[in-house]
């Protein structure tokens, strides 16, 4: 078969990855000269510990097990293997995390409350003070910035891959063909639209109003911290955010700091092949999006670092914004809807882009028949 990918970010590679594995041609069309949106402008954590129990999770764990296999082959990704702490220092957080512990699929996501001391044997630059934390040995990290390039260096290196970069598809033609900006026509016996947060123009002419809702948030990253972050870490605050955690007595009990209530942020970081640590996020749903940053979380989130590390946080290297798709049903890992005949459109995963897209993929090779 002959696939036609549209949009080069994480979802559209995995597409791609996918329909080569399969021995089928692709062709990947991406509007800019490489992806720049939510798929480099993440944390890179392969994120199983907070997803809902059900499908969500079977989604969340397959696709780390492809990550893993395909890390493996393509080392370059920096797929590591790190699991996850989330130190809590309150009587309540402590019972969300025993909560969670206790969940019938505990097992599946390698939940177990540790004390301190153990958390920092698991993790010794937590030297900051906190009175236990939930470990997720599930938990995984690769490199944002640069997997969406390995990848590609490795489809090409098949000879069944053509990526076509700055070109920007302004039509579906057809069955099974779409139109770019430089008037060329590419046509296969499948076409799949990935186009993450890009849900104008061309998806709504084709698809229409999609239930899928743009979320921004906001990141930074340090130079490097002078000695191993051995796990990702989050917060409390990620209790208060993910499904996986019955947060009801937390957020009744304990208010959370108005930065962070203003700002609905939670605490994640995960440290780069460089020994910089990736660190944020925030996130804002109303539209039209700032277009600027604002100071308050990043000072809200260094606090939150410098008081689980104990000491100070490295010189802060950069800072930046991110928008992705999610599903404004957010029961649903993804929406996939066939919009014309031979023509899908694969959007709105949210949070989950990053770690879910290898299954999600997938799963549209498998429904599509490749």
Known sequence: MRIIVVGAGVVGTMHAWHAVERGHQVVHIERESEARGASL?????????GRAGGEELETALRARALWEGIGARVPELGFRAIGSLTPVRTELELA??????????????????????????????????????????????????????????????????????????REVV??????????????????????????????REVAG????????????????????????????????????????ALEAGQPQEPVAAAHRMQLLMVQRLDGGLTIGDTHEYEHPFAFDTLEDPYEHLTRVVESFLGRPLPRIRRRWAGVYAQCTDTARVVHRQQVREGVWLVTGPGGRGMT??????ETTANELNW
Do not use: K
């Not at 938990?139 to 990848?151: C, G, I, K, Y």
């Not at 870490?233 to 208060?240: G, K, M, P, T």
């Open 209 to 248: 109003e999609v239930p899928v809702r743009r979320v921004r948030l906001q990141m930074m990253q340090t130079d490097p911290l002078g000695e191993a972050l051995t796990t990702s870490v989050a917060d409390a605050d990620s209790f208060r955010y993910y499904p996986a955690y019955d947060s009801a």
């Open 96 to 169: 969300v995390a025993e909560a969670a512990a206790a969940r019938p699929d505990a097992a599946a996501r390698g939940y177990r409350v540790v004390t301190a001391d153990e958390a920092r044997a698991i993790n010794p630059a937590l030297r900051g003070d906190f009175a236990a934390a939930l470990w997720c040995e599930r938990d995984a990290a690769v490199e944002p910035r640069t997997a969406q390039l390995a990848l590609r260096r490795a489809l090409l290196a098949t000879g069944r891959y053509t990526f076509l970069p700055g070109r920007e598809v």
């Open 356 to 361: 879910c897209s290898p299954a999600i993929a």
């Open 174 to 203: 057809g069955e099974n063909a779409v139109r770019d900006d430089h008037g060329d026509l590419h046509t296969g016996d499948a076409v799949v639209l990935c186009t993450g947060a890009w849900l104008g123009g061309l998806v």
């Open 41 to 49: 402008r993440n944390f890179g954590q392969i994120w199983v510990s």
